[in-house]
């Protein structure tokens, strides 16, 4: 059962929504479990490409679904124009995977990453119809429980969920899901006694310290399903991900993630090498991440990286490290993660002085930067990359420190002849760091900061972008705030407010009439220093970091002076590590020889004259693949034929893609019965045609299904141009369907042919368009001698006011192409010279 089913009556809303595919499920990988005892949501609160991105959804998701009783199904926060959908009707938010109403779950569970989900994490309970405050909800409502990086501090939120987790989910999952079964059906309470029973939970009135979960095992093992299931739409982070290393041994003091995740752990290498198989041959993914906070001090990470080009630059598979330390960094890896595809050139330098990079525990030479800049240069790069924040409790020089970001940027631009981008933002100090107690910037110490910047790099070699001082205010206020925070967030959210991650989506003016309205001084109280022996809203959470071990750091940090980073034989104790938890280099490992690689050969004789072939595919569109656009049907398509194992021609240059052409693409929501799409291929494959449909399809979304396939010879004369499939697309037909009975009698009668075949004149199509009645329905023949209005939906909008989606089911029933006679005929039938 798929989600749309549950709701026939959204089939047209859906229609008239930006990416309607955000909502109707289907994707490759999906899980669907049905009647267990226990229903249960996850939802990162965020839009759909920006939660299918995230790593920790889909780790939760499929552990949860392993776990027998459980059915964990997904929900993200949705765009503006499907709440106002759900809202109009009155129809409930439902998950991704069997539509069940939120409300009628018995846990929905969010995975915060940032602070400014929060409006939206309120939205998707209100639009599910759950009271959003605790203190509103019965016993039949739905157990709301909160963890992530972005939850250590829960007092901000303490009036909307039940529980918070802190700490790494697995640990949970694994210790105590399984009780969560056998409390199913019996309320509410008896599940959350489940809950109580970890350490990690916190919740509203707890008496003991809430200590964080580690995940000891992280490491010791592949784990082969955490990119499923895997987007149809495009999501921002277009890739797959291994996670190689949690945690990071560097012990910058600003970094929050870096205490959420200690100790560091560095996964074996013969598992990232499993994940990474399972990636490129069952995901089809040609771009993947390996990923950490500091992907840089994986140790062997450079014949690591070199043997994994080994193995798929053959096969246009690209590698990036996304978290690189400048001391970490060479050309020799550079190289190797730009083998196919060029990576950025990105530089996290935070601040410039190089006392203040002792102070934050980072030691970024800039003579070490120009250097790399120097030598990236004469390899073809020309643009690098960099960060900083301003507001740090660090020193910097004589100069303010925009000014000295300036000085620092123009010399290094200056020496290395490179276009930079800069982006800078507002120091937040987060809990549970060294730097807790600090002062942040309020909105207007920020603004004039980036303003000396922007000002002094105003230069076509720069190129400057901030984020704004008042998002990172408002950040501030749910990380470093208290039980009154939560009162502003509802407020903010009844007000309207919505994304405000987004910039195009957040509202300054909503929050600053909610802030004003508040009987204390918001701006005062976030952005003050702390006490030293003050307390803390956070002080009920326990990250397993010594509160002395904090103190200490901060004083280092007053003196510039460095800590030692974190190894097995820890010198400095910070009070996480002990005989079960403890830092994880990887085993050592031999990397195999590979054999050199061979030129393709061909694997099958066959009659086309030579080895290099064209396919032609005829395939359906329905049900959730009817809300992809053309992009993501082709996103599709690649990915399948990646993991079936198929090898395609791919063009040449800087990007290689795969040699892919649809006849005429299909518009949005009209459903297609025998559409065309080609490919080239380096030769044959050596299996039947019913063989490699069928592995095709296996690897294809709900509503897409390949049905026919025929090979023909690529043209062996270089120099004529190729006839494509759209070259040759000479039209279509279509059976159009009214929607209901009523629709029948009004659309589908002899009045109503006359009628549109005189506007079909009239339009001065008339030619092009043949109309027929039968059984209800009516079919349209559409041959596009002229080119004029070679779209049915334009065509239909043209001849009447109202939009066809919302009078007719649409669908192609067969794309029509011109053969050597100049005549229409099958796809499939042409004359080979023509493909």
Request: charged share 25%; hydrophobic share 35%; net charge negative.
């Amino acid at each position: 059962m798929t989600n749309i089913t549950v709701h026939k009556d959204l089939s047209r809303e859906l229609l008239k929504v930006s990416k309607p595919a955000r909502y109707t499920g289907g994707e490759l990988g999906c899980i669907y479990k049905k009647d267990e005892p226990l229903k249960m949501a996850i939802s990162f609160p965020d839009m759909y490409e920006i939660g299918m991105s995230n790593q920790a959804i889909r780790i939760l998701y499929n552990r949860y679904n392993a776990v027998k009783g459980i059915q964990c199904e997904r929900v993200f926060a949705p765009a503006q124009d499907f709440e106002e959908v759900l809202r109009n009707k009155n129809i409930p938010l439902f998950t991704l995977e069997t539509g069940i109403p939120l409300n009628e779950l018995d846990i929905l569970a969010f995975s915060i990453g940032y602070e400014l989900t929060l409006t939206n994490l309120l939205n998707i309970m209100d639009l599910g119809q759950i009271p959003i405050r605790r203190a509103d909800r019965g016993p039949n409502d739905p157990l709301i429980i909160a963890g992530g990086p972005a939850a250590t501090n829960p007092e901000a939120f303490s009036d909307f969920v039940d529980y918070v987790y802190i700490g790494e989910g697995e640990v949970f999952i694994n210790e105590y899901a399984a009780s969560l079964t056998a409390s199913a059906g019996e309320g509410k309470e008896a599940l959350a006694e489940i809950l109580r029973q970890d350490p990690a939970y916190w919740w509203p009135g707890k008496e003991t310290k809430t200590v964080r979960a580690i995940y000891t095992d992280f490491g010791k093992g592949s784990v082969l399903r955490s990119n499923l299931p895997i987007a149809s739409l495009t999501t921002v982070q277009e890739h797959g991900v291994i996670e190689i290393m949690r945690g990071c041994p560097n012990g910058c003091r600003f970094c929050h993630a870096g205490y959420f995740y200690r100790p560091f752990r560095q996964k074996d290498v013969h598992d990232i090498l499993d994940e990474a198989e399972h990636l490129v041959s069952n995901c089809g993914f040609r771009n993947i991440t390996l990923s950490s906070l500091s992907s840089g001090d994986y140790k062997g990470l450079l014949p690591l990286v070199e043997h994994l080009n080994k193995v798929y630059n053959s096969r246009h598979i690209s590698f990036q490290l996304p978290s690189l330390r400048v001391n970490s960094l060479n050309l020799s890896l550079l190289s190797e993660i730009s083998s196919v595809r060029r990576s950025g050139l990105t530089f996290a330098v935070e601040t410039p002085d190089s006392a203040g990079q002792r102070g934050l525990n980072k030691d970024v030479s800039r003579d070490k930067i120009l250097q790399l800049l120097k030598e990236a240069r004469e390899k073809g790069w020309k643009l690098a990359k960099f960060y900083f924040m301003l507001g740090l409790p660090v020193e910097s020089g004589d100069t303010t420190e925009s000014e000295a970001i300036v000085n620092f940027l123009q010399e290094l631009q200056m020496g290395s002849g490179i276009k930079f981008n800069v982006n800078a933002g507002v120091f937040i100090p987060k809990p549970h760091t060294p730097f807790e107690r600090v002062r942040q910037l309020n909105d207007q110490e920020g603004m004039k900061e980036i303003m000396t910047l922007k000002d002094g790099l105003k230069s076509k070699n720069f190129k400057f972008g901030f984020h704004s001082p008042y998002s990172s205010f408002i950040e501030g206020i749910i990380s470093r705030g208290d039980k009154r925070a939560g009162d502003i967030i509802e407020k903010a959210f009844r007000r309207g407010a919505r994304f405000d991650a987004w910039d195009e989506y957040h509202d300054r003016s909503i929050w600053k009439e909610v802030i004003n309205e508040c009987d204390w001084d918001v701006e005062k109280e976030i952005c003050r220093e702390r006490g030293a022996e003050e307390s803390l809203p956070w002080d009920s959470i326990s990250l397993r970091v010594n509160s002395s071990y904090f103190k200490e750091e901060k004083c280092k940090s007053s003196e510039s002076v460095l800590s030692a980073p974190c190894e097995e034989d820890c010198r400095k104790p910070c009070g996480v590590c002990n005989k079960d938890i403890h830092v994880k280099n990887p085993d050592e490992y031999t990397f195999p020889d590979l054999p050199p690689v061979k030129e393709v050969e061909q694997t099958e004789t066959h009659d086309l004259g030579e080895e290099s072939v064209k396919a032609v595919f005829g395939f359906s569109k329905k049900d959730q693949a009817i809300y992809l656009g053309h992009l993501d049907t082709a996103h599709v398509f690649e990915r399948a034929f990646q993991c079936s194992g198929i090898t395609l021609s791919f063009t040449q240059g800087f990007n290689p893609k795969p040699k892919i052409e649809f006849a005429h693409p299909l518009s949005l929501g009209v459903l297609g019965r025998q559409e065309i799409m080609g490919v080239e291929m380096p030769y044959k494959p050596a299996m039947t045609n019913d063989d490699l449909i069928g592995k095709i399809n296996e690897f294809l979304p709900t509503g897409f299904s390949v049905n026919t396939v025929k090979f023909y010879p690529l043209q062996k004369d270089k120099t004529r141009k190729k006839k494509t499939l759209m070259g040759s697309y000479a039209g279509s037909e279509y059976i159009l369907t009214p929607y209901s009975d009523e629709q029948t009698a009004i659309l589908v009668n002899d009045s109503m042919l006359d009628y549109f075949q005189e506007k079909a004149e009239e339009l001065g199509v008339k030619g092009d368009y043949t109309f027929k009645i039968d059984e209800g329905k009516l079919f349209i023949q559409a041959r596009f001698h002229n080119k004029k209005m070679n779209n049915i939906i334009k065509f239909l909008r043209e001849i009447r006011e109202a939009d066809p989606m919302d009078e007719w089911i649409i669908e192609r029933t067969k794309l029509l192409a011109l053969n050597e006679k100049g005549r229409s005929s099958d796809y499939f039938n042409l004359d080979s010279s023509q493909s």
